[in-house]
């Protein structure tokens, strides 16, 4: 956060707006929020004489809104187009935030204050060109951007592909796509306003897009520089490959999270072996690093399933081999954790003794030379997933946590499990599988999707 007490164009202080408006795209951003509203002076918990007005959006809360429901006056579920668009309709309501919070209740916000258990539908944009899209864009001045600086281009959103486990794809469903010609005219205006020479593509899946081939061939013929973060393996080939590098990007990032046929069953996301095994040796002869997702702790796995992946791994030992670059392959595990809306809400999390065991297997099985393996802490893990999972009584521990244990911007899971203690909160709930027959805490949210028809035990 640059500065977290005022505004960036208006250098007005946070108390002195009418409404705050949050973006929380994951669960730890959670902390992040609350720590603006204390460092503000802003009274924490939601009620009707509060001022501002804040609001909170994103995946994480439109998946479960619930820890977060005593902080907020709203919730976005879904999409901001149109509730911007509802937002500047009402502000002649503001004189009354009770009038201002019942019309944004009525146009279906989430209003935790005035919620009565009725069904809350996702807002979504139905054509992305007619929608509005942010060509100036505010980014840290202090803080280097993940994916490096450059103008942000969203090329579609949603997923066609629907993996079991992935929360973005269920929360933006259904898929949808901007043109090539409102790209590229955004990408021109935006790289002039923002002055930089660089994009950084978003999509869930970029070249899922009809014209995928064609955006990159165009920024390559005008010198343009652009980076693609997410690619499926299973949409690319050596061309793309060859496209992708080109273009700038070092790395040649894939996940295929498994390589056990009956795990990727599991998580809906099958790209076969071969397939990565030739697109990691093209990108090597090519001199790009590779870096490689896993994911342990998928529904029925066992240690078969990991010594699965290892020996696919070693196999590229020898493609390693005939490299003149020598480079290590990046190796990142993360634990599946669990999310409200996924199929995958009705499994537990793995404990941390089998996650490290497993961890170790890999570990074990993959010669330091060729391969560099992280992992997630198993520490993390848990406390996303007490969040994803959670529900209203989590918010008193959020807020505490925050006050008292939150220091120097570190998460401390001693301090974290000491509130859950003190305060009567039993995680088990983050371990235990679930009936699917049971209604859960967060199924007034409707996305549209019936999360049930996606019987991964059957």
């Known amino acids: 956060m640059d500065n977290p007490i005022s505004g960036s164009l208006t250098s ?6 009418d409404i705050v408006l949050m973006s929380l795209s994951y669960e730890f951003d ?21 001022r501002p007005i804040i609001i909170a959006g994103g995946p994480a809360v439109s998946a479960n809104p619930l820890p977060l429901s005593k902080f907020f006056d709203g919730i976005v ?3 901001g187009e149109e509730v911007l668009k509802l937002l500047m309709d009402s502000t002649g309501l503001l004189h009354s935030k009770d009038l201002f919070l019942e019309n944004l209740a009525s146009k279906g916000l989430y209003i935790p204050l005035l919620h009565d258990g009725s069904k809350i539908k996702k807002s979504y944009v139905v054509d992305l060109d007619s929608s509005y899209y942010p060509e100036y864009q505010i980014q840290s001045l202090i803080i280097e951007p993940v994916f490096g600086r450059g103008y942000i281009m969203e090329i579609s959103r949603g997923c066609k592909h629907l993996c079991s486990f992935c929360m973005e794809a269920f929360i933006s469903y259904p898929y ?17 306003v923002n002055k930089v020479d660089r994009v950084v593509f978003y999509s869930l899946s970029f070249f899922d897009h009809h014209s995928a081939d064609r955006i990159l061939e165009t920024l390559l013929e005008r010198g343009i520089r652009f980076s693609i973060p997410s690619v499926r393996a299973d949409t690319l080939n050596e061309y793309r490959v060859d496209l992708i590098r080109r273009g700038g990007q070092k790395t040649l990032t894939l996940a295929p999270e498994t390589h056990s046929d009956k795990l990727r069953c599991v998580i809906r996301k099958y790209i076969s072996d071969e397939l990565v095994s030739r697109l990691i040796d093209y990108g090597i002869k090519l001199g790009m690093e590779v870096k490689l997702y896993y994911m342990v702790g998928i529904p029925f796995e066992d240690d078969e399933d990991i010594n699965q992946l290892v020996k696919f791994l070693r196999g590229l030992i020898p493609i390693l081999d005939k490299s003149r670059f020598r480079r290590r392959v990046r190796v990142v595990i993360n634990p599946l954790i669990p999310k409200a809306n996924t199929p995958m809400q009705f ?17 074990k099985g993959l010669p330091g030379r060729y391969f560099r393996v992280e992992a997630l802490s198993h520490n993390l893990a848990y406390m996303q997933a007490t969040m994803s999972l959670g529900d209203v009584k989590l918010g008193d521990v959020l807020l505490r946590y925050v006050s008292e244990a939150y220091v120097n911007e570190e998460l401390h899971l001693s301090s974290y499990k000491y509130l859950l203690k003190s305060l009567g909160i039993d995680t088990d709930y983050v371990f235990k599988p679930r009936n699917p027959s049971e209604i859960l805490p967060w199924e007034f949210i409707d996305l549209g999707l019936n999360i049930r028809g996606f019987n991964i035990i059957k």
């Open 176 to 192: 949808r796509v901007r043109s090539y010609e409102k790209i590229m005219e955004s990408v021109g205006k935006g790289l002039e």
């Open 77 to 79: 579920i879904g999409e």
């Open 12 to 17: 007005l202080n946070l108390r002195k707006f």
């Open 30 to 50: 959670y902390i992040n929020a609350i720590k603006i509203l204390l460092l503000n002076n802003i009274p924490v918990v939601n009620d009707r004489g509060r």
């Open 347 to 363: 499994f537990g999390l793995i404990n941390k003794k089998e996650y490290m065991h497993r961890v170790r297997l890999i570990r």
